[in-house]
């Protein structure tokens, strides 16, 4: 065991690194002491990491273009919107659950191409661009749907996603991890990801070292758009149906466990196994909440506060050490 400086490095390295597992460990525990029988019961977990899978996959859709340096607000509205292409042709069309899914995903990443067409070719913030678009979908959403909800899901989804299961979790869960496999694969061992952490680190000096920067933030939004609209399969999937209102709730989530991951496991910058944590973690916290009887309210505190301090830390963690 090393002492010292170097042992004192090593020991920070390392609770930056697995700190958050730490704390959702303590947290479970503290919630426990409240309400044992609940918080140390197997099939409260099962049934949280089943129904928050469809956040795993917005939290790693916004993840790709906060790496490049890009806002995307619209994720959420994707969602909604994936979720109600699926609905419309399968249930009012007729469409095969396949094919409805196709389309929700091919819509999902034309949402990321006008994003990244206003936002490269004209110039506009993100931020700015993907609010007015998050809004123009939402309002499509309510105008196609009529403002109501369209049930009657075909039952091959809902059993591809929720009832079926292993290990008592809901096969969703599953999905969601290997999409965060796949996306902690390309940003820690491909060029592709390479190139996209370099043209968040900065962008003119990844277009002096031969990056094609735009080609690059436009990937990011378009990607971010498909994994958005895979996000709404797994929605529509659990709820049996396209609620045109609920997706929005889903944003700030969203944020929040994309930011607290990034002071995770790769402290410093975004990565896909720190927002898988921060998901759980907050999501543990949400459902100690509700066994304890909070008030509902206390949920947007939860996650809003979790949001500002997750951005405090990870600016304090920024301008400490590089980006790895």
């Not at 390392?14 to 197997?42: K, V």
């Not at 031969?210 to 378009?222: E, K």
Request: aromatic fraction near 12%; glycine fraction near 12%; proline fraction near 3%.
């Amino acid at each position: 065991m090393q002492h010292g400086p170097a042992g004192q490095r090593d020991w920070k390295d390392w609770s930056e690194r697995y700190g958050l597992l730490l704390a959702w460990g303590f947290l479970i525990l503290i919630l426990g002491a409240a309400r044992p029988e609940q918080m140390f019961a197997w099939n409260s977990y099962a049934t949280m990491f089943g129904s928050n899978a469809m956040i795993v996959a917005l939290t790693l859709a916004l993840l790709i273009p906060l790496t490049t340096g890009d806002y995307d607000l619209s994720v959420a509205s994707v969602m909604g919107l994936s979720s109600m292409v699926i609905a419309v042709l399968n249930v009012k069309l007729g469409w095969s659950i396949g094919a409805a899914i196709v389309a929700a995903l091919i819509v999902g990443g034309l949402v990321g191409a006008i994003n990244s067409l206003f936002v490269l070719y004209f110039g506009i913030h993100s931020l700015i661009v993907t609010l007015g678009t998050g809004y123009f979908v939402n309002g499509i959403i309510l105008w196609v749907s009529n403002s109501n909800t369209i049930a009657g899901i075909s039952m091959g989804l809902v059993k591809a996603v929720i009832l079926t299961r292993f290990l008592g979790i809901p096969i969703g869960f599953y999905y969601a991890l290997i999409l965060a496999f796949i996306v902690w694969y390309i940003f820690q061992h491909t060029s592709l990801g390479r190139r996209l952490l370099f043209v968040g680190r900065g962008r003119e000096v990844a277009r002096l070292s031969g990056v094609n920067v735009n080609r690059m933030r436009s990937g990011a939004m378009i990607s971010a758009g498909v994994i958005a609209a895979f996000a709404g399969v797994l929605y529509t999937g659990m709820r049996g149906a396209a609620d045109p209102s609920s997706a929005l709730a889903f944003l700030l989530p969203a944020f929040a466990a994309a930011f607290l991951g990034s002071t995770a496991i790769y402290p410093g910058r975004f990565n896909a196994p720190g927002a898988f944590v921060a998901v759980f973690f907050l999501s543990t916290g949400i459902m100690g909440l509700n066994f304890l009887g909070v008030d509902s309210f206390v949920q947007n505190l939860f996650y809003g506060g979790g949001l500002v301090v997750a951005v405090s830390i990870s600016q304090l963690i920024r301008g400490r050490r590089p980006m790895d």
